[in-house]
């Protein structure tokens, strides 16, 4: 390619992302969010210029991105339950595959609501490890009167939480620690949460750098928040109550296990988008 002008036409800033390998999908979303434009815009104005220093953003997030960071971490923003949230390399990036999760603690909230002498009663949930606070923003927004606790370890974890309940105008109540540590003599009527889960030395790390490693790996196994998680639960569960948990593909039996030896009843699972027995379940027998 010749060289280039330093203030690009958006044919020839796509025509760079290109020619750096990104996906046209990728190129057309990256390049309407840096100008604010729809795709359909971008195609009937190819002669049109950037401005040089919208060129250089351009160039700075066309590296970025060869260099393998998530675009949701060059955007500040991913889509997540219908909710647009911020993102920041402080939180993991929210997977679809996580929607399954929400899903089914959407479905269980329905059917506790619907055992209540009163279905307009609030029920407590809390979401450990929240991160970006996906899970508990999209359960505040979708389930209903709900009281929303969300924990994380980290600081910088809880700031993204609070920013991102304040731009959507929802409640949650952010509580820093781990898992269920800071929640002592607390009960809820559902815990969730999408752990760190993949063992130490795992090869799909290596596509992964880019994200806080305190939200992907536990123990050489892969186990060891999962097993923590179990543990603690039924302490903090009210009788009927449900822990709903994420793992990995190959986690379902493991973690099945860790549920039955914690007392949990009704033990099952939920597969993801791809058919991966992504999520476990488990009830604290009502008496
Ligand atoms: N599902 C994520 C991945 O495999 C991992 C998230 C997690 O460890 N909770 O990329």
Same mark, same amino acid.
């Given at each position: 390619?010749?060289?280039?002008?330093?203030?690009?036409?958006?044919?020839?800033?796509?025509?760079l992302?290109?020619?750096?390998?990104?996906?046209?999908?990728?190129?057309?979303?990256?390049?309407?969010?840096?100008?604010?434009?729809?795709?359909a815009?971008?195609?009937?104005?190819d002669?049109?210029?950037?401005?040089?220093?919208?060129?250089?953003?351009?160039?700075?997030?066309?590296?970025?991105?060869?260099?393998?960071?998530?675009?949701?971490?060059?955007?500040?923003?991913k889509?997540?339950?219908?909710?647009?949230?911020r993102?920041?390399?402080?939180v993991?990036?929210?997977?679809?595959?996580?929607?399954?999760?929400?899903?089914?603690?959407?479905?269980?909230?329905?059917?506790?609501?619907?055992?209540?002498?009163?279905?307009?009663?609030?029920?407590?949930?809390?979401?450990?490890?929240?991160?970006?606070?996906?899970?508990?923003?999209?359960?505040?927004?979708?389930?209903?009167?709900?009281?929303?606790?969300?924990?994380?370890?980290?600081?910088? $974890?809880?700031? !993204?939480?609070?920013?991102?309940?304040?731009? %959507? @105008?929802?409640?949650? *109540? /952010?509580? =820093? +620690?781990?898992?269920?540590?800071?929640?002592?003599?607390?009960?809820?009527?559902?815990?969730?949460?999408?752990?760190?889960?993949?063992?130490?030395?795992?090869?799909?790390?290596?596509?992964?750098?880019?994200?806080?490693?305190?939200?992907?790996?536990?123990?050489?196994?892969?186990?060891?928040?999962?097993?923590?998680?179990?543990?603690?639960?039924p302490?903090?569960?009210?009788?009927?109550?449900?822990?709903?948990?994420?793992?990995?593909?190959?986690?379902?039996?493991?973690?099945?296990?860790?549920?039955?030896? $914690?007392?949990? !009843?009704?033990?099952?699972?939920?597969?993801? %988008? @791809?058919?991966?027995? *992504? /999520?476990? =379940? +488990?009830?604290?027998?009502?008496?």
């Amino acid at each position: 390619m010749p060289p280039l002008p330093v203030d690009l036409t958006i044919r020839e800033a796509l025509d760079l992302a290109r020619a750096q390998g990104l996906e046209r999908v990728d190129a057309h979303l990256t390049l309407g969010h840096l100008l604010q434009r729809q795709r359909a815009w971008l195609l009937a104005h190819d002669d049109e210029r950037l401005g040089a220093q919208q060129s250089d953003r351009w160039r700075d997030w066309l590296a970025r991105r060869v260099a393998g960071e998530p675009l949701a971490y060059i955007l500040g923003e991913k889509e997540f339950f219908g909710l647009h949230l911020r993102v920041s390399p402080q939180v993991l990036v929210p997977r679809p595959d996580t929607e399954t999760l929400v899903d089914w603690a959407l479905d269980i909230v329905r059917e506790l609501r619907t055992q209540r002498p009163h279905p307009d009663a609030p029920l407590s949930v809390v979401d450990l490890g929240t991160g970006s606070g996906a899970i508990a923003l999209a359960l505040a927004a979708h389930g209903g009167p709900l009281q929303v606790t969300a924990t994380d370890a980290s600081e910088g $974890a809880l700031n !993204t939480v609070l920013a991102n309940a304040q731009a %959507l @105008g929802l409640t949650v *109540r /952010c509580v =820093a +620690g781990h898992w269920l540590s800071p929640l002592a003599g607390e009960r809820f009527d559902l815990i969730v949460s999408n752990p760190p889960y993949i063992a130490e030395g795992d090869p799909h790390l290596a596509a992964l750098t880019h994200e806080p490693i305190s939200a992907l790996t536990a123990g050489a196994d892969g186990l060891a928040d999962l097993r923590t998680l179990c543990r603690q639960a039924p302490d903090h569960l009210h009788p009927g109550g449900w822990l709903v948990l994420e793992h990995g593909w190959d986690q379902a039996a493991p973690v099945a296990q860790l549920m039955h030896d $914690a007392g949990l !009843t009704a033990v099952g699972h939920r597969r993801d %988008l @791809g058919g991966v027995l *992504r /999520c476990t =379940a +488990g009830k604290l027998p009502e008496t």
